[in-house]
C-alpha cells in the first residue's frame, strides 16, 4: 500500500502561481510513476501530467503545456506540480496517483487538494 497526502491548494488570481506537493508513504521503495490528475465542479476527472520513476520522463496534457511543470525528489517521496499562468479554467481538486508505469492506470490516489483560480 501507498498512502499519498496533497498540499499546497488555495486561493489564487488569475494569472498567479501555485505549487502542489504530494507526499508519499508507505511501499515507497517500489519505483512508482507519478501523475497529477484534477476535477472540476460537475466535470469528470482528468489527467494533468505524469512522471517516471527517474523523473527522466514526464508527460502533460495539452491544456496545461508551457504552464505546469511535474518533478519528483525520490530522497524526500515527494512529487510536485507547479502552475504558473494559472486561470479560472485551472480551479478544481487536483488529486496525486501513483502507478506501475507513465501510461498506466494509476492504483493508488490521494485525498486531494482544492485549487481555486479567480477571475
Known amino acids: 500500500q501507498v498512502q499519498l497526502v496533497e498540499s499546497g491548494g488555495g486561493l489564487v488570481q488569475a494569472g498567479g502561481s501555485l505549487r502542489l506537493s504530494c507526499a508519499a508513504s508507505g511501499r515507497t521503495g517500489s519505483r512508482y510513476a507519478m501523475n497529477w490528475f484534477r476535477q472540476a465542479p460537475g466535470k469528470e476527472r482528468e489527467f494533468v501530467a505524469a512522471?517516471?520513476?527517474?523523473?527522466?520522463?514526464?508527460r502533460y496534457a495539452d491544456s496545461v503545456k508551457g504552464r505546469f511543470t511535474i518533478s519528483r525528489d525520490n530522497a524526500k517521496n515527494t512529487v510536485y506540480l507547479q502552475m504558473n499562468s494559472l486561470n479560472p479554467e485551472d480551479t478544481a481538486v487536483y488529486y496525486c496517483?501513483?502507478?506501475?508505469?507513465?501510461?498506466?492506470?494509476?492504483?493508488?490516489w490521494g485525498q486531494g487538494t482544492q485549487v481555486t483560480v479567480s477571475s
Open positions: 512522471i517516471s520513476w527517474s523523473g527522466e520522463s514526464t
Open positions: 496517483a501513483a502507478g506501475s508505469s507513465l501510461y498506466s492506470t494509476p492504483k493508488y
